[in-house]
Nanobody, 117 residues
Framework: QVQLVESGGGLVQAGGSLRLSCAASGSRYGFSIMGWYRQASGKQRELVAEITLQGRTTYVDSVKGRFTISRDNAKRAVYLQMNSLKPEDTAVYLC???????????WGQGTQVDVSS
């Protein structure tokens, strides 16, 4: 049973920084893609950033230059460093992983990020 444990959310003023962490366990195969989505109140869930096993990254345009995704394959963990936060970054951030070989997809429980103006 794959489990994802997220941490690092909270309340921060605009311009501040937060670092989200997600540790995955329970997979025999590891994870080809690890990433972060977010869902703001009343809006659709959107991909924020993702990173492949080889380290290739993808970002939504609105966070480019402010957020950095990274992963530690030995720890099966993914991180999201968020700088220069804006009120529009306020959302529940969810860790998402895609298992190697099986392509099964798993979600974390979400961590709330609130950015005050």
């Amino acid at each position: 049973q794959v489990q994802l444990v997220e941490s690092g959310g909270g309340l921060v003023q605009a311009g501040g920084s937060l670092r989200l962490s997600c540790a995955a366990s329970g997979s025999r195969y590891g994870f080809s893609i690890m990433g972060w989505y977010r869902q703001a109140s009343g809006k659709q869930r959107e991909l924020v950033a993702e990173i492949t096993l080889q380290g290739r990254t993808t970002y939504v345009d609105s966070v480019k230059g402010r957020f950095t995704i990274s992963r530690d394959n030995a720890k099966r963990a993914v991180y999201l460093q968020m700088n220069s936060l804006k009120p529009e970054d306020t959302a529940v951030y969810l860790c998402n992983v895609k298992e190697s070989w099986s392509s099964r997809e798993f979600w974390g429980q979400g961590t709330q990020v609130d950015v005050s103006s």
